[in-house]
C-alpha cells in the first residue's frame, strides 16, 4: 500500500484552494506555507495583495517589497523570537485564503467558505501553538479580546486540540496604518512576551507538568 505522505495531501489542498470558485471577488487564492512540523502556526484575516515577484507561490504576509509593512513587522518579530521558514519552525496561513477586491474586510460566507481548508491545514500541521492576528482569527477560535493596554496575550484552551495553546495579538498592519507606528516597539516587546510565555508552557505540558 502507498504511503499518503503529509507534503502530498498539503500540495492536494493548495490544488483545491486555488481551483475553489465559491467566492466572488477574491483573487489569488493560496494554501498556507511552512513547515509540516512547524511548533507554531501563524492565522492571519486573508492574503495579502498580489505580488508580483512571486507569481507561481503567493504567500501570507509576503507582498511587493515595500518597506516597513505589516509582512515586515511581523516576520522581523518571529525571526527575533526564534521563528522562521528556514528553522521549519513556522506554518503560515490565514482565515481567508485569497485577496478581497479593494482590500475590504471578509464577508462571513467568505470565511465560513474556507474554514474547511483551514481545519484541514491545522489537522496536518498539528501545531504546540497558535498565533491569531487580528479580529477575524481570534473570532473563528472563539478567544476572548485583548485585555488592554496590551497588544498580545497567551491562552490555552482546553477544548480545542488537546489543550491548546493560542497566543492572541492585534493584526500588524493594525499597527502600520493606525497611527500607532509609534508603539511598534512595544507591540514586538508585548509579542515577544506572550509567546516565550507559550513556548514555556508548551515545554511543561510536553514534560508532564
Known amino acids: 500500500m502507498k504511503t499518503i505522505k503529509r507534503k502530498d495531501t498539503l500540495k492536494d489542498l493548495h490544488n483545491k484552494i486555488i481551483k475553489c ?111 491569531t492576528l487580528g479580529t477575524d482569527a481570534r473570532k473563528w477560535f472563539n478567544l476572548p479580546r485583548i485585555i488592554q493596554p496590551y497588544y498580545s496575550m497567551t491562552w490555552q484552551d482546553a477544548g480545542f486540540m488537546n489543550d491548546m495553546i493560542f497566543v492572541i495579538a492585534y493584526h500588524p498592519s493594525y499597527m502600520r496604518r493606525s497611527g500607532k507606528h509609534k508603539l511598534v516597539h512595544k507591540y514586538k516587546e508585548h509579542l515577544d512576551v506572550s509567546l516565550n510565555t507559550a513556548k514555556k508552557k508548551n515545554k511543561e505540558k510536553l514534560n508532564g507538568r
Open 21 to 131: 470558485k465559491l467566492c466572488k471577488g477574491i483573487k489569488s487564492c493560496v494554501c498556507g506555507y511552512g513547515s509540516l512540523k512547524a511548533e507554531l502556526m501563524v492565522i492571519g484575516q486573508s492574503l495579502h495583495s498580489y505580488n508580483p515577484e512571486t507569481p507561481d507561490r503567493q504567500i501570507p504576509f509576503v507582498g511587493p517589497s515595500i518597506r516597513y509593512d505589516s509582512g515586515d513587522l511581523l516576520y522581523t518579530t518571529l525571526n527575533q523570537i526564534g521563528y522562521s521558514f528556514n528553522k521549519k519552525n513556522l506554518f503560515v496561513t490565514n482565515i481567508l485564503k485569497g485577496h478581497p477586491s479593494k482590500n475590504r474586510k471578509s464577508e462571513k460566507y467568505e470565511i465560513k467558505n474556507c474554514s474547511l481548508y483551514l481545519k484541514k491545514e491545522i489537522e496536518l500541521v498539528k501545531p504546540k501553538i497558535i498565533l
